[in-house]
């Protein structure tokens, strides 16, 4: 039976998705049942066959190939009950295997909301977020990330520009020497210039948006094996702001406060992050950011800590040779203010020998666990 994380993950999916798909499948039957029969058959095999109760199944349904429409009436139920089981049995084993979870108590009986049959808690919070971003979720291939043009250097600077020029005056020095800092990549990752198509390949495929430019990760797909080379980090979702004002304003934001303090900025970060690492959290009021502000692609059923860590595991996975990789990862269109369960900006500092910098600022649908908010800073 398989038991990598990302296989255990790609096999949630596939079941889910079939457990849907069963009626369509059935209902194309007409008179002739061959080809739909054999069908739903070869998909059962496909996506259940390491369940035994699955194979059985998809056995039995296979004999009826040769029968009527008629014959047809039971394989709905049935296959949708040995789904659910194959379901309730791979959620089992990434609870107790691979998040240290209890056992799953047994499935309940089946409503209209098909999580609702799955146990209260992990399990059927995991089976709504897969089951909610089904209709929406969409893959890239290799060959798409891969054939992507680099980014534009040129637009990289004027989006930068725009941004620096869309600050308060008195703000716009202090802004210039952080965006112009070689170490800070917010405008690169996530400036308004950024595409909607970048943003899903980093997210996909953790293609930079800046791939291409000088000081950009070297990712690239080897020629020989397929594998996917890269050292930049990215996690569930990818987002960028949409104007040059809504790049700004956390950062205005920030410096109303920061500033204040009787050495500055630098000042200010020295008292409140002694470690030499600063993250924090400005929410969307603050930012003064509202509906269409930002931009996002996150994972899709990715709405729960266990399933997002699953779904990371599926993309690193797919991101192997060829001859070892799994399917492409879904991803989703989303915009983390009106989504997001939190949401606001994320602003990273560092402080070099030079003093403080900024590293990053990117929207967010909810605070990292290390961020500290800006309002408990004030």
């Known amino acids: 039976m398989v038991t990598g994380q990302g296989d255990l993950r790609r096999t949630v999916e596939d079941l889910l998705r079939l ?3 069963v009626p369509r ?3 194309a039957a007409g008179p002739e ?10 998909t059962l095999r496909a996506t259940g066959g390491k369940h035994r109760a699955v194979t059985e199944l998809a056995n039995d349904i296979a004999a009826l190939a040769a029968g009527t ?11 949708q009950a040995a789904l659910r089981a194959a379901a309730h049995s ?3 084993l990434l609870a107790v295997s691979h998040h240290q979870l209890d056992p799953l108590p047994p499935l309940g009986a089946v409503g209209d909301d098909l999580a609702d049959a799955f146990p209260e808690g992990f399990a059927r919070d995991y089976v709504r977020t897969v089951l909610d971003d089904l209709p929406r979720g969409r893959a890239t291939t290799k060959d798409e990330a891969k054939s992507q043009p680099g980014a534009d250097q040129a637009a990289i600077i004027a989006s930068r520009e725009a941004a620096i020029a869309a600050v308060a005056p008195k703000y716009r020095e202090q802004v210039r020497a952080w965006l112009e800092h070689p170490d800070c990549h917010a405008v690169e990752l996530h400036g308004p210039h950024v595409t909607d198509r970048e943003l899903e390949l980093r997210v ?8 291409g430019t000088p000081d950009a990760d070297r990712w690239r797909v080897r020629d020989d094996d397929g594998k996917v080379v890269s050292r930049h980090s990215a996690g569930v979702e990818a987002t960028r702001f949409s104007s040059p004002e809504a790049f700004v304003r956390p950062l205005e934001a920030f410096l109303d406060v920061a500033a204040r303090h009787a050495d500055g900025v630098d000042g200010f970060l020295d008292d409140h992050f002694a470690a030499g690492i600063a993250p924090v959290f400005v929410n969307s009021n603050s930012a003064r950011l509202g509906p ?47 989504e997001g369960s939190d949401p606001g900006v994320r602003l990273i500092f560092k402080k070099h020998a030079d003093g403080w910098t900024m590293t ?4 967010a649908g909810e605070p990292s666990y290390d961020n500290v908010r800006l309002e408990e800073l004030t």
């Open 25 to 27: 499948l059935t209902d």
């Open 33 to 42: 049942v061959t080809a739909p029969i054999t069908a739903l058959a070869e």
């Open 19 to 21: 457990h849907a798909e």
């Open 360 to 363: 990053t600022s990117y929207p």
């Open 90 to 92: 791979v959620l089992g």
């Open 292 to 338: 269409g502000g930002v931009v996002g692609f996150r994972g899709a059923g990715t709405g729960t800590k266990e399933a997002a860590k699953d779904w990371l595991k599926l993309r690193a996975a797919a991101r192997k040779k060829d001859d070892e990789c799994l399917p492409p990862v879904r991803s989703v269109a989303y915009d983390p203010i009106v």
């Open 204 to 211: 996909g495929w953790t293609r930079p948006p800046n791939h």
């Open 69 to 79: 429409a008629d014959d047809l009436a039971p394989v709905v139920p049935a296959s």
